[in-house]
Each structure stands twice: as structure tokens, then as C-alpha cells.
């Protein structure tokens, strides 16, 4: 009998990870609440799932990120303050961003063993239907949202997919790597996974980008908690036993735009000035400074 094709309403935000690479500045803020220009990183992913209709968001949280949940909530000094001064334009913009009531939930990942062990965190809230992952360090920047095109995707292929896109092959053994039939098509079945595959042994070229789309069979393979990479509990050993031994489908989609790793310092200052120097309002002025620092 044919299944029928569950939509995609939940997503999750594992932001439970302590950001050591940015200490000192994540001692106190979540890295997920730098800025890219003038929004947290996290607003531009949650933002990515909007767009894509995503109606319910999960954030798996940690001590130390409760501005995230202030961050989606209102502030009503600040917009008292901006309506009685008549900045309409800025307390419009502050309200579009805001989810409605009802819209977010938060739980807590109570000790940082690894991302896998976050999305477990969130069964509950997700129950028992197909959800989006989204990791927020993990900025992707194109023409198309990548959540978007992996939606209309899903809507044909159904089952699991999974973004990736292209690293060089010295790179492979710092990601998790899929194996895919055709390495060229936008949407294909994935062959194999592995995360971390040692230098020369990687299935393909191409890398998990840190987004997903997983059935919530996913949820009992998780609470195993088998530590794999780094002792950390991973979300790439579950899924690869929901594809292996669960036989469920799973799909690669490519995504063709600029993915920014804003966990790391370098993708984070890129992707400040990358995107800086597309905003109308900054980039002529930018470019100038930027050309005067380089000397150019
Ligand atoms: P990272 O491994 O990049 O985040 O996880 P990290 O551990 O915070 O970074 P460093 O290496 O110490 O600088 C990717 C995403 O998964 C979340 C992180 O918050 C990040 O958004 N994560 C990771 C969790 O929520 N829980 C974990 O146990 C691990």
C-alpha cells in the first residue's frame, strides 16, 4: 500500500553546544546569538525555515541561552519605546521576525554529549511525525533557501534527506561524508554515510551540510546513546542504522549557494562581510573600507 507523504511542519535548532572555538565571547552570549551584520545567526536560520513553512520551532537550549528564548519573545519596553518615538519602520521590522504565540518551544539538553544526543532531547515536542534539523552554525546563503528545496524534494521522494555540498578531498575526514548513486544530480539516493571517514577512504567528495529532513523512527535508534566520534553520541550512527537496518530511503540535495560555518572564526568573519557587502544600505561604504584596509 501506498504511504502517504507526511508534510514537514516542526523544526529543530540544536543550540546546547558550549562554542568553545569562540571563547571568550560565548563565556556569557550563545554563539548562536552572534551577529551576521545585525541579526543573530540563529534569526537567519530561523528565518531559512520560515520561508520553507515551517510552523512549529524547537530550540534544544543549555544553560547559559536564555537571551534565545528572550529573542523570540516580545520585548515590550523596547517596542513601547520605539512606537512612542515614532519608529514605525523599526518596531515593524522587530515584530515580522517574531514567531506567533505558540509557535516555539524550548528543552533543555542537560549536558552537551553531542548533537545526535540534542535531537533526541526533542522527542517529545516533535512526537510522532517528520521534522526539519537545522544546524544554526551552519549559515546557507543562495538564491534558493536550502530548507525550501529539500522540502519540495521531500514532497516527491518522501522518507529521509539530507543537504550536501561539495568539499575539497583533502577535507572529507573533518565532516560526515554520504555516498550518493549519481554525484551530479540535484536529488539523489544516498548509498552510504559515514561520519568522519579517515583520509582516502571517504565514499564521495561530498559533505553533510547541517540540514536535514528525518522521520521520527530516528528517535529510537537516539536513545541507544552508542557514543561514536569524539565520545560524542552522533546523529550520523543513528541514521545510518535507519537506512541500513530500518531500510528507510534516504536522499542527498545538493545545495548550490555559499554555506558559511559560523562556529568556525574564519566562516563567521566571512560571512559578516560577505553579507555586508550585499546590503543595500551598507555596501558602497563597506566596500571602501574594506578595499582601504586591503590596500586595494
Ligand atoms: P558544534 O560541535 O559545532 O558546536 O555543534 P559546539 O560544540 O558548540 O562548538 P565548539 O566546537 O565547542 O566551538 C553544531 C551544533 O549543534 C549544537 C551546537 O549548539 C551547534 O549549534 N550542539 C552540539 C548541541 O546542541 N549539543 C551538543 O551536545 C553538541
Redesign the pocket.
Given at each position: 500500500m501506498h504511504t502517504p507523504i507526511r508534510p514537514i511542519r516542526k523544526a529543530v535548532f540544536?543550540?546546547?553546544?558550549?562554542?568553545?572555538?569562540?571563547l571568550p565571547a560565548t563565556k556569557a552570549v550563545p554563539?548562536?546569538m552572534l551577529t551576521i551584520v545585525d541579526r543573530p545567526v540563529l534569526q537567519h536560520v530561523v528565518d531559512e525555515a520560515r520561508a520553507a513553512g515551517i510552523e512549529h520551532f524547537i530550540f534544544?537550549t543549555g544553560r547559559n541561552k536564555g537571551v534565545i528564548e528572550d529573542h523570540f519573545d516580545n520585548q515590550f519596553e523596547l517596542e513601547a519605546t520605539l512606537e512612542a518615538r515614532g519608529k514605525k519602520k523599526e518596531l515593524e521590522a522587530l515584530l515580522r521576525d517574531l514567531p506567533a504565540a505558540g509557535q516555539t518551544s524550548f528543552t533543555r539538553?542537560q549536558a552537551?554529549?553531542?548533537?545526535g544526543?540534542?535531537v533526541w532531547c526533542a522527542r517529545e515536542i516533535v512526537g510522532n511525525e517528520p521534522f526539519a534539523l537545522l544546524?544554526?552554525?551552519m549559515l546557507h546563503h543562495g538564491r534558493s533557501p536550502c530548507l525550501a528545496d529539500m522540502i519540495t524534494a521531500y514532497n516527491t521522494s518522501g522518507g529521509n534527506l539530507i543537504a550536501v555540498a561539495p568539499v575539497p578531498d583533502d577535507q572529507t575526514h573533518q565532516y560526515g561524508i554520504v555516498g550518493v548513486k549519481d554525484a551530479k544530480a540535484k536529488v539523489a539516493p544516498i548509498t552510504g554515510m559515514v561520519e568522519k571517514p579517515k583520509p582516502g577512504t571517504a565514499p564521495s567528495n561530498l559533505h553533510i551540510t547541517g540540514r536535514y529532513i528525518l522521520q521520527p523512527e530516528i528517535f529510537a535508534l537516539l536513545e541507544k546513546q552508542e557514543r561514536g566520534a569524539g565520545g560524542e553520541i552522533q546523529l550520523t550512527d543513528s541514521m545510518i542504522r535507519l537506512m541500513g537496518d530500518a531500510r528507510q530511503p534516504f536522499h542527498a540535495v545538493r545545495f548550490d549557494g555559499t554555506i558559511y560555518d559560523c562556529?568556525s572564526k574564519l566562516g563567521f568573519l566571512t560571512a559578516n562581510v560577505a553579507l555586508a557587502l550585499e546590503r543595500e544600505d551598507l555596501a558602497a561604504e563597506f566596500k571602501r573600507e574594506v578595499q582601504r584596509l586591503l590596500n586595494v
Open positions: 540544536p543550540v546546547a553546544g558550549l562554542g568553545t572555538r569562540f554563539k548562536e534544544v539538553q552537551p554529549l553531542g548533537l544526543h540534542a544546524l544554526p552554525d562556529g
